[in-house]
């Protein structure tokens, strides 16, 4: 997890138990932090307690294997940013802390730029060269988890499971998501930009910028 | 009947029955010895009479009173033991028939030989009588009354823990956070009843607890491997270099990993539902599901060129409200899979039931397999095959009924909200 996040450009920092937690969160501040719910030593949802008890301001995304609601429930209304169920993609990790991070720091970062093309992350808008691209929402969706784990292959599971959540039962060949991205490369390409997004033998798609 | 009315009737007709006895016996008793204190005075009468005339060899003189008179008649024949007797004469005075008792005897004077009888009237002791009795079935009559109404207030008293226990026991779910405890009584029998309880449930609470710790816990271990397996395939993946069959082998783990994930997550909410972890109380739009649902599969069904076709009315119920997303997307996700390539799919909600029903090919499935676990009519079919078994158990945990038939073609689910 570490080094994916490391590859994808984040200053991480890892630590195993309870204690390391509460010592680590005692002396940084960080942007967001990624908690597991079953610590040794402790658990992750009193972690949460103390971070809110000492009005820090990181952003923390709980990842539970219990899938249990009760701790979803609790886990959010201490004060946790977002919720992730074990297993889950890392890319999926990485939009999220993402995601965290732009909601944290508001000035001006709302504004993604990839080679021409701009993506403003509030107002839902996708700019070549000035000119505004027409994207469905899928489409919006679907270019903004590209963008976030650019240079990186996803799988079409991944992006399914992104796009449409999990509780979706997809169809083996994922052909549905074939037009989706078919779609988006149209478009971005009519407006001007470079043809960025590279299928990886049919299996996966990937967002290749230099 | 209640407890108490049953007892109530038993212990009354007893009691009436006692004292109709009793009242009877009473009766006897106290007229015999009424009588006998009579025959006493008589008696004395007698003595007095037969001792004077030892003395003077003459009758005394007999002064008669309103409730006792001597008669006397001279006679021939020397009467042997004198018995005291009853009989009914006719009272001038009072014009009425009354009952006297009577004694003969007869004694021997200078003047001859007499027949004397005295007699003495029973109007007094009858009026004693009467008025004893009428005093006791009086008594008996505010003892039951009293008893009665003692009874009813008292016992409905003395019953309020009793109830409250039952209350307390109706409002108790398992998966509640404590459990039962029933408050100390005065009453031995309550008081054992709620300890016994309060014990029982505590039992129940702990092993209940023990057991969802134990299934999270798997689960938690289960799952965590299964996410480092899929971290490192998804940073693997970013190494390949572009080598296809690489790629593609460990997307199939992937994939694997996502099966499992899902077959595992399935099986731990079947097992909640069985436990009866989930509490059905709050209130859920099934419209809103419904439609929200259809509309993130919207891209899914023009993939496979399905029509979705929803007739649905307003229907709020009392539900789970992940249990109730869980229900429509397992019914949907169902539908669409097992729908062939063209296929239309209707959805129609109504207060009392709700439907879908999808096109079919083939026959009718087996419905007294069909919501077995790993039932599947395709072994090859890529579902977990528990989709079923957990759309019945939410089903059952909620207390709808569900049922399936083939009717025109089309493969029909029917869930009754109220059975």
């Known amino acids: ?210 | 009947m209640k407890l108490f009315a049953r007892y109530n009737r038993i212990n009354i007709t007893a009691t009436i029955l006692i004292f109709v006895f009793g009242s009877i016996a009473f009766y006897f008793v106290l007229q015999y010895v009424l009588v006998r204190q009579l025959d006493e005075t008589l008696r004395g009468e007698q003595q007095e009479i037969v001792e004077f005339v030892k003395l003077h060899n003459q009758l005394p003189d007999i002064q008669n009173t309103k409730h006792q008179w001597i008669t006397l008649q001279p006679t021939m024949f020397m009467q042997g033991r004198s018995r005291a007797k009853s009989i009914l004469v006719y009272n001038k005075r009072e014009d009425e028939q009354e009952w006297i008792r009577q004694l003969n005897f007869t004694v021997n004077t200078s003047t001859g030989m007499y027949s004397i009888t005295v007699n003495k009237s029973e109007t007094e002791t009858e009026e004693l009588l009467k008025g004893i009795i009428l005093v006791t079935i009086g008594m008996i009559g505010v003892i039951l009354l009293f008893n009665y109404l003692i009874n009813r207030k008292m016992v409905t008293r003395l019953w309020q823990p009793f109830y409250n226990t039952i209350a307390s026991i109706k409002e108790y779910h398992i998966s509640s956070q404590q459990p039962l405890q029933l408050a100390k009584e005065p009453i031995d029998e309550i008081n054992l009843l709620n300890e016994s309880l309060n014990q029982m449930t505590h039992r129940i609470h702990r092993d209940f607890h023990a057991l969802r710790s134990f299934t999270e816990n798997a689960s938690h271990e289960m799952q965590t491997p299964l996410a480092v397996i899929r971290s490192k395939v998804d940073t693997l993946l970013q190494e390949t270099e572009g080598r296809k069959e690489t790629i593609q082998q460990l997307l199939s783990i992937e994939d694997a990993t996502h099966r499992l994930s899902k077959l595992h997550q399935s099986l731990l909410l079947l097992t909640r539902l069985e436990n009866r972890q989930f509490l059905f109380d709050e209130p859920v739009d099934l419209e809103n599901i419904i439609e929200t649902k259809s509309e993130e599969r919207k891209e899914l069904l023009q993939a496979k060129n399905l029509s979705l076709q929803l007739n649905s009315v307003p229907v709020t119920l009392n539900f789970h409200p992940h249990l109730a997303e869980m229900l429509i997307t397992n019914l949907m996700n169902n539908a669409i899979r097992y729908t062939p390539e063209g296929g239309s799919i209707l959805i129609q909600l109504t207060t009392r039931q709700l439907t879908i029903s999808n096109t079919a090919i083939g026959e009718a499935l087996d419905t007294t397999r069909l919501f077995e676990r790993f039932y599947k009519t395709d072994p090859a079919s890529e579902g977990t095959g528990l989709g079923l078994a957990i759309i019945k158990q939410i089903c059952n945990a909620a207390g709808f009924t569900i049922a399936y038939q083939l009717t025109n073609g089309k493969h029909q689910f029917t869930i009754q909200f109220i059975s």
């Open chain 1, 1 to 210: 997890m570490v080094d994916y996040l490391t590859a994808a450009g984040y200053l991480c920092e890892s630590v195993v138990t309870y204690h390391e937690a509460i010592e680590k969160i005692d002396h940084y501040d960080y942007n967001c932090i990624v908690l597991d719910i079953m610590l040794p030593g402790g658990s992750g949802l009193d972690i949460l307690r103390y971070l809110k008890q000492d009005r820090k301001t990181d952003g923390v995304i709980i990842i539970s294997a219990k899938g249990a609601l009760e701790d979803k429930i609790t886990g959010l209304e201490i004060g946790a940013d977002d919720y992730l169920t074990k297993p889950f993609h890392l890319s999926e990790l990485s939009v999220r802390i993402a995601a965290i991070i732009r909601r944290k720091e508001f000035n001006g970062q709302s504004i993604i730029s990839i080679g021409n093309m701009r993506i403003d992350t509030i107002g839902k808008t996708v700019f070549v060269n000035q000119q505004e691209v027409e994207l469905t929402q899928k489409e919006f969706q679907l270019l903004l988890f590209l963008t976030i784990n650019k240079n990186r292959i996803l799988s079409k599971n991944a992006i399914a499971q992104h796009l449409w959540g999990d509780d979706m039962d997809f169809p083996a060949n994922y052909d549905f998501l074939y037009s989706h991205i078919k779609n988006l490369r149209k478009k971005i390409m009519q407006a001007g930009s470079e043809d960025c997004i590279r299928s990886i033998y049919g299996e996966g798609y990937k967002l290749q910028v230099s």
